[in-house]
């Protein structure tokens, strides 16, 4: 695995230090898997962080272990480069009793399609099985919500430097058009957006009503 998939997180006393974030879909993980990563952050001296997005961090670790450490934990990097779908943030819907809608294998079937995919800007994408939309799911750049009559789907949520609630794109659709019309934004962003232009801000430039035209349609 390349050094590439290491960022440098910190430098002390002249010594760089880097971390890495291993792919977990979903956020589910096996206990095996939790094991290995356990194992492998404490022969490199790592420190762990569980993230926000549903991942963990390994840092403290050397530039010239990365590659040993990447072969050992034999796991994909969370991200690929920064102008893609960086992650699929997934509520436990289907162990959750307030869910609406078994909404797991839903963003199991978004990441599966754009995890990696490259993007005008960083994207990330957020799926929640009741209004509750636990996962910050109106500060993704596209969402689905579950609710007791049909899906909402959400674009143009942003958090950090430039927050943004997302606009409601449709309500009430069943799961199939709701992917549909994810397709559709994705398509739609990809063709008519600038290169480093956030969701949010290329539908503020076009105007919220054009753009539920277009994906819409």
Known sequence: MPNKYGNLQKIYNGKRKY????????????PETLEKIA????????????????RILITNLEE???ENIWNELEMEPAVKEQNSVKNVEICPAGFCKRSKFNTIGTGMKLLNKYQWMSMPCRSKIGVAGCRNACGSVYSKDVGVIADKDGFIVTAGGSAGYNPRIADIIVDKVDE????????NIFNYYIENAEM?????????????EEFKKSVLK
Request: net charge positive; aromatic share 8%.
């Open 196 to 208: 480093g232009e956030k969701l949010g801000f290329f539908i503020d430039r076009i105007g919220i």
């Open 64 to 66: 010239k272990d990365l």
């Open 176 to 183: 199939k058009m709701a992917l549909e019309i994810i397709d």
């Open 19 to 30: 971390g890495i974030t291993p792919h977990i879909p979903g956020g589910f993980i096996l």
């Open 39 to 54: 194992r492998v952050a404490k022969k490199y001296n790592g420190v762990i962080k569980i993230t926000s997005g549903q």
